[in-house]
């Protein structure tokens, strides 16, 4: 990692909850907690608790040097609004395969 740029992974015990238009898409009280220098929290959710069914996969890919290789899915009319690391570095090896959407609910345990 560059200086000064820093990623660490907790478990989470608080309620995430991903709701689009009237349908639950995620829901889960074992979410890891990834905090990255100049980032936002973010919630990567097991894929048992996320509902693949209503994500389509999309071509999109970006490169993060710290993490890896993200691939997206979109939901309906919202293009790219889902990623997941499915070969992250060894550094953040937790987050494979875990869901993270760019909106979500979290309400405390």
């Given amino acids: 990692m560059t200086a000064g740029h820093k990623i660490t992974i907790e478990q989470g015990t608080d309620l995430v909850r991903v709701v689009h238009g009237d349908q639950v898409v995620a829901e889960s009280r074992r979410p890891l907690l990834l ?26 890919t970006t490169y993060c040097p710290f993490k890896g290789t993200a691939s997206y899915w979109s939901l309906p009319d919202v293009k790219d609004a889902v990623w997941a690391y499915p070969e992250p570095k060894d550094s953040v090896a937790q987050i494979k395969d875990h869901f993270c959407f760019y909106e979500v609910e979290v309400e405390a345990a």
């Fill in 35 to 60: 905090r990255e220098t100049g980032c936002p929290v973010r919630y990567y959710l097991p894929p048992e608790d996320v509902r693949t069914d209503a994500l389509t996969p999309s071509d999109t």
